[in-house]
């Protein structure tokens, strides 16, 4: 099998890198080893298709210990929540022998429990590249559903499917509700969304948050509403 390297064991790693494991020869590190995540970054670097599953804050500084490493021809992949940030710190950072290629698994650890066929994932190579191969194994080998796309319309949407629903849903778990002897089907959907981002990290929610330059404004325009909502009340 093809060997694929890999870095980042976060959550989202062990879940990929379980799924993965069928298809490549997983060359996988970390920054903290373990008996999953035991390769050197040299080790990975020998690999002609390498994904970075690191923060999206430190996309950047794992793409400069790379660098020196990789050979020619070389795919690299990210698998961050934002795009622009991580994929212009990856082209700063990396030779231009290698090719890059940004993709966004829109599910996780908690949304990938009854498995991957059907969750959508976003691809969004740089200058034009063919990603034919790519969209083949994840459609016909992971049962994903992929959308093809130009990192800036990735961040447009994102900062609405992401930046305002993490958030209200970030909200509505904090408020820490009691457990309700009859609900409504709306209640019910509120609280799944909730469920669904209560594990997310600090990391990945301050990336959708924060490193999306479109969802300060989407942000600002939800705080507005909120508070004229509260005025009505108060009428």
């Known amino acids: 099998m093809e060997r694929l390297g890999w870095i980042g064991y976060g959550a989202f790693g062990r879940l990929a890198c379980g799924h993965l494991g069928a ?83 829109l599910f996780g650890p908690q949304s990938a429990v009854k498995g991957l066929k059907g969750l959508p994932i976003v691809l969004c190579p740089l200058n034009g590249l063919d990603v034919s191969c790519e969209t083949d194994f994840l459609s016909n080998r992971l049962g994903l559903e992929v959308h093809l796309s130009d990192a800036e319309t990735h961040d447009k949407t994102m900062a609405l499917v992401q930046g305002l629903t993490h958030m209200v849903s970030k909200v509505i778990a904090d408020i820490e509700a009691a457990p309700a002897p009859y609900t409504t089907r709306s209640f019910d959907l509120l609280m799944e969304a909730a469920g ?28 507005d509403s909120v508070k004229a909502l509260s005025d009505r009340l108060e009428t």
């Open 23 to 105: 298809h490549f020869d997983l060359v996988v590190h970390d920054a903290e080893p373990s008996r999953h995540a035991s390769a050197s970054l040299e080790e990975v670097a020998a690999c002609k298709r390498i994904v970075i599953a690191a923060p999206v804050q430190a996309i950047g500084d794992v793409a400069h210990a790379l660098a020196p490493l990789i050979q020619p021809g070389t795919r690299i992949y990210d698998v961050g929540s934002v795009k622009l940030l991580p994929l212009e710190a990856m082209r700063e950072a990396l030779p231009a022998h290698c090719e890059i290629i940004g993709t966004h698994p």
């Open 196 to 223: 669904l981002v209560a594990q997310d990290s600090d990391a990945l929610f301050k990336a959708i948050e924060k490193l999306n330059p479109y969802s300060e404004d989407l942000r600002n325009r939800f705080f």
